[in-house]
C-alpha cells in the first residue's frame, strides 16, 4: 500500500484547510487511517484516527476543531481543519493498518510522505 497525502500549505491563524490521503491498492476500506504530525524540533503526535468501521477518535487539543473523514470509493481519507493555530503549524503523515493502539505511531504499517502545514500569525 502506497499513500500520497496532499493539501497542505500556508493559512492564516483561524482559517481552515483540508488534506487528503490517498491509497493505492484495493485494501483501503478493511485499514484503520490516522493522522499524525510533526513541528520542527518535536515528536510525531497522534492527531485522529478513523476506524473501518467509522469511529473517531482525537487529540484533545483538537477535537473540537479537526474532524477526519475517509470515502472507501476514492480510497482516501481526510483531515478538515478549522480555527487553525500557529500551534499547528506541522508535517502532517497520513497512516493506515493499525495493529495497535490508536494514538501511537508504532501501530501503523503504511505511511505517507507528509504535507506541509504552515499557520500565520
Known amino acids: 500500500v502506497q499513500l500520497q497525502a496532499s493539501g497542505g500549505g500556508l493559512v492564516r491563524a483561524g482559517g481552515s484547510l483540508r488534506i487528503s490521503c490517498t491509497a493505492s491498492g484495493r485494501t483501503f476500506r478493511w485499514y484503520d487511517m490516522g493522522w499524525f504530525r510533526q513541528a520542527p524540533g518535536k515528536d510525531r503526535e497522534f492527531v485522529a484516527g478513523i476506524s473501518r468501521s467509522g469511529e473517531r477518535y482525537y487529540e484533545d487539543s483538537v477535537k473540537d476543531r479537526f474532524t477526519i473523514s475517509r470515502d472507501n470509493a476514492m480510497k482516501t481519507a481526510y483531515l478538515r481543519m478549522s480555527s487553525l493555530k500557529p500551534g499547528d503549524t506541522a508535517v502532517y503523515y497520513c497512516?493506515?493498518?493499525?495493529?495497535?493502539?490508536?494514538?501511537?505511531?508504532?501501530?501503523?504499517?503504511?505511511w505517507g510522505q507528509g504535507t506541509n502545514v504552515t499557520v500565520s500569525s
Open positions: 497512516a493506515a493498518d493499525r495493529s495497535g493502539p490508536y494514538y501511537s505511531s508504532q501501530s501503523y504499517t503504511y
